[in-house]
């Protein structure tokens, strides 16, 4: 882990993760997307919400750790940044504030993350341009705000190898 996220290390939920990374001997995912299985989102998916952040970067989380990509394939660094942006959906004030562990063997240098992480300007100025409440919810306001960036970042990103219909699943 970068040295500027150890000093904001306030995990909340231990995660022990037991799937090989690899299977070396496995076919690697071609671009057929019928092997993504985090997509498309449930129908009760709502970018608005916490929960819905966090249940889809678990799931992806599984998906990256327990599917045969290998770490060079592009499917891998397009899931990748895929989790992050759901993971910082669910925790947008990370580094900072209160955030779960993810498993350690997902990149974060290189990543999405890193690029939303360190860019105090730019793209993402209007992140850092509302405060956080003391403890984040569903209403708070930079909450929100982030939120509603990423998910643009998000449905941009899924479109690239997600092509099989609506992002969201039809109720
Ligand atoms: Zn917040």
Redesign the pocket.
């Known amino acids: 882990m970068p040295e500027e996220f150890a000093s904001h290390l306030v995990p909340i939920i231990e995660t022990h993760a037991t799937a090989p990374l690899i299977k070396e001997d496995s076919d690697e995912i071609g671009s057929n997307s019928s092997c993504i299985t985090f997509l498309p989102l449930p129908s009760s998916f709502d970018y608005n919400k916490q929960s819905s952040w966090a249940a889809l970067a678990s799931e992806i989380q599984g998906w990256l750790l327990a599917l045969a990509v290998s770490p060079k394939s592009p499917e891998r660094s397009w899931a990748t940044d895929c989790f992050w942006m759901a993971y910082l959906a669910a925790f947008?004030?990370f580094p900072r504030?209160q955030w779960t562990l993810w498993d350690p063997r997902i990149n974060i240098c290189e990543t999405f993350a890193e690029r939303w992480t360190m860019t105090p300007t730019g793209n993402f100025a209007i992140r850092d341009s509302v405060e956080?409440?003391e403890t984040?919810s569903d209403s708070?306001d930079?909450?929100i705000q982030s939120r509603r960036e990423l998910w643009e970042e998000f449905t941009r990103h899924a479109s690239l190898f997600y092509v099989d219909g609506p992002l969201v699943r039809q109720a």
């Open positions: 947008p004030d504030g956080h409440d984040c708070c930079a909450c």
